[in-house]
């Protein structure tokens, strides 16, 4: 299994950026990522988010829970944008599933009849 090191540096390696490039985009020196790195030192969990937006990937995949990449809230995992569910009442919730529902019909009546 990699580490946490191994995957950062996979995965700014594969989105062509230097340490420079990735440092930055993280708010953190070049040392410190060099460290995260090569496994002398782990990431604080503000680090740690700051890496995870930079190279735009989810902390699950950094930290070994998923060989998954992609984004969470590509998986739709993550709503922390919106404020997460604990944000909204029972009756708000209920109207944004509805409103998704609604979404996803129209979407496939659409895709459906494109194909016909």
């Known amino acids: ?41 782990k990431p604080d969990p503000e680090v740690l988010r700051n890496i995870v937006d930079a190279l735009d990937t989810s902390a699950d995949y950094l930290l070994g829970r998923t060989n998954d990449p992609s984004p969470a809230a590509e998986k739709g995992m993550s709503l922390s944008f919106f404020g997460g569910p604990e944000a909204y009442t029972a009756d708000e919730i209920a109207m944004m599933e509805a409103a998704l529902k609604a979404y996803r019909e129209q979407k496939k009546k659409l895709l459906d009849g494109d194909e016909a």
């Open 1 to 41: 299994m990699q580490t946490l090191g191994e995957r950062i540096r996979y995965l700014r390696e594969l989105r062509q950026l230097t340490q420079k490039d990735l440092a930055s985009q993280a708010e953190i020196s070049v040392v410190q990522l060099s460290r995260y790195e090569t496994n002398d030192r």
